[in-house]
């Protein structure tokens, strides 16, 4: 199995714990093939989002509605104050204007409302010890420098984007922490905790 393949069939159950405790109305910007829902009360109305045709296919399967193609494209097929969540799985930094979508977002979700979201982060150590050890700043297939991303955030910018565009932000979590060496201890204590983790998620409600 293929990487890419395997991005597309993730169940990502480690941004389960940014879930608010009641949800009915679901709309998954990149659900790739709807595995995701097998997280959630299957009673709950569920829609999906996804760019990539013959993963678009197979969620329309398994979630009660399915649109082909971006968010930006399919802005006027959403309705207006509907959902009670959505989920962006590592969506927000492929982007081309993440700020206009946080900003167009608010209009799909019920007055309480809540969005979750998985973001790489850039400072993991990994990647700071290929731009400051190595030198290098290589584009890849996946990963942080995953050649589709767009834009790309520490915990400071992104917890600064939440607030700028009038969020409140319930829950900031780590993803994916590192196993510790002693190196990378002394590191982390001198550079700070948030080099561990390979990702960020994120709880916000709009303000």
């Not at 050890?133 to 995953?146: M, N, P, R, S, T």
């Amino acid at each position: 199995m293929s990487s890419q393949s395997a991005y597309y069939q993730n169940y990502r159950k480690d941004v389960l714990p940014l879930l608010p405790e009641e949800y009915s109305t679901i709309l998954e910007i990149g659900c790739a093939e709807g595995n995701f829902r097998q997280n959630l009360d299957k009673k709950n109305e569920y829609w999906g989002i996804e760019p990539v045709e013959k993963a678009a296919s197979i969620a329309k399967k398994k979630l009660d509605r399915v649109l082909n193609g971006t968010y930006e494209q399919n802005i006027s097929n959403i309705p207006d104050n509907y959902f009670s969540l959505v989920i962006c799985n590592d969506v927000i930094e492929h982007m081309v204007d993440h700020d206009s979508f946080l900003q167009s977002i608010k209009s799909k979700l019920k007055d309480d409302g809540v969005l979750i979201a998985s973001v790489p982060n850039v400072r993991f150590i990994r990647n700071l010890t290929e731009l400051l050890v190595k030198k290098d700043w290589q584009y890849k297939d996946e990963g942080i420098l995953d050649r589709t991303h767009l834009r790309f955030f520490t915990e400071k910018s992104l917890k600064r984007t939440i607030e700028e565009n009038g969020y409140n932000l319930e829950k900031f979590i780590g993803i994916c922490p590192i196993r510790r060496s002693i190196l990378k201890s002394i590191i982390m204590f001198i550079f700070g905790q948030d080099l561990k983790y390979l990702q960020f998620g994120i709880r916000i409600t709009p303000r």
